[in-house]
């Protein structure tokens, strides 16, 4: 996960059915894993609070530019690109599904 070597404060949320080897990896990479929802639409929906609460920039998983064009690019490009399109203009944390 690139968030941790880029110093941004990352939240992955997925579903509490996601095998225990995927969220150990986002903890052993720095992020922090917040298990929510039995399906990938519960865990989008509270990734979504947790981003609005906590003044996050959403990167959604599958449905952004910079995602679709190179899943492994920096996600502080995907920040970038978002906060653009908000009334953000810097990118330290994010939330993610």
């Known amino acids: 996960m690139a968030g941790g070597a880029l110093g941004i404060d990352a939240v992955i949320v997925m579903p509490t059915t996601t095998p225990a080897i995927k969220v150990d990896a986002v903890r052993a990479l720095g992020g ?3 298990l929510h929802g039995d399906t990938f639409d ?4 509270h990734a979504r609070e947790i981003g609005a609460a906590e003044g996050r920039v959403f990167i959604h998983p599958y449905d952004d530019p ?4 190179a899943r ?4 502080r490009r ?4 978002a906060a653009s399109r908000s009334t953000r203009s810097s990118c330290r944390s ?4």
């Open 32 to 34: 922090r894993a917040v």
């Open 42 to 45: 519960d865990a989008y929906a």
């Open 66 to 69: 910079d995602v679709i064009a």
């Open 72 to 75: 492994g690019r920096s996600p």
């Open 78 to 81: 995907s920040c970038g690109r």
């Open 94 to 97: 994010a939330a993610a599904v």
